[in-house]
């Protein structure tokens, strides 16, 4: 399961928070009987902040309970700012739009990999399709809220990943239908001189020479409009946009140039 992954992941970050605030949360977990009576009372004889924060975080990830302490800790984050934009607690998994995949791209049977292709595939034409360029939006939109997911790349040798307004060209030039060519999309890049984000025709270098474990994570928060690249695998802010407002609906896109590219599920 992708969330307890994410969660393990960010054990170390979560065990330090939680050693200061563990009392909240055994009380939240104890009063929603997602623990024992027992259990509660072996980790509260635990006096060592971080060691009691290390023992329920192991009895949670051990015994499935990742959800219900999402769950605790998304009912508290507007108490904890620090929680607020921390990646797993808006974890989804959006699934590519078939109706919008460039008949070069090929999109796997589950809607979650896209892979470069010299073949064309035949697709039928939609008003959604990107007709031209190597480009696909997902079916899921987003239009308030905090949302993230990421992107395993390792495969990916030239692609673009980020966010575009359903209002994005499916047709015309680069600078119409490519992702961060234009005011209705925003991505992280790779291609052979590196790594860049891009908006609107305006490239900033990334000083990152390879992602850990080529995992891209995204966490789009339509409210304040915000839109921040991670590190998927240390959660580690690449980069942070100020996208605004609009009265659209923002969807996460894709852009392959060469190799494929899939949505952690």
């Known amino acids: 399961m ?72 998304n009912d508290v984050k507007d108490q904890y700012p620090q929680l607020r934009t921390w990646p797993p607690l808006y974890f989804c998994s959006p699934t590519i739009n078939r109706d919008s995949v460039n008949p070069w791209l090929d999109c796997n049977a589950d809607g979650r990999t896209l892979t470069a292709t010299e073949l064309h595939q035949g697709y039928p034409d939609h008003s959604e399709r990107f007709a031209e360029w190597k480009v696909a939006l997902c079916s899921e939109n987003f239009s308030s809220g905090r949302h993230y997911w990421e992107v395993c790349v390792k495969q990916a040798q030239i692609f673009r990943v980020g966010i575009a307004y359903a209002v994005i060209s499916r047709r015309g030039s680069q600078c119409e239908t490519w992702l961060g060519l234009n005011r209705a999309s925003w991505c992280l890049c790779r291609r052979p001189n590196g790594y860049f984000v891009a908006h609107d025709g305006i490239e900033t270098p990334l000083n990152i020479s390879q992602l850990e474990k080529d995992k891209i994570g995204v966490l789009v928060d339509v409210d304040q409009g915000l839109l921040y690249f991670y590190d998927g695998s240390t959660e580690s802010v690449l980069y942070m946009f100020r996208i605004g407002h609009s009265a659209g609906s923002v969807h996460a896109a894709f852009m392959v140039g060469q190799g494929s590219i899939t949505i952690v599920a």
């Open 2 to 73: 992708a969330t307890q992954a994410v969660i393990r992941r960010q054990k170390p970050l979560l065990k330090r928070w939680l050693s200061s605030n563990m009392s909240f949360l055994l009380d939240a977990l104890d009063s929603k009987e997602i623990i024992s009576r027992d259990f509660y009372h072996s980790a509260n004889d635990i006096q060592n902040g971080g060691e009691r924060a290390g023992y329920v975080l192991d009895f949670i990830i051990d015994t499935g309970l990742v959800h219900e302490l999402l769950e605790v800790l």
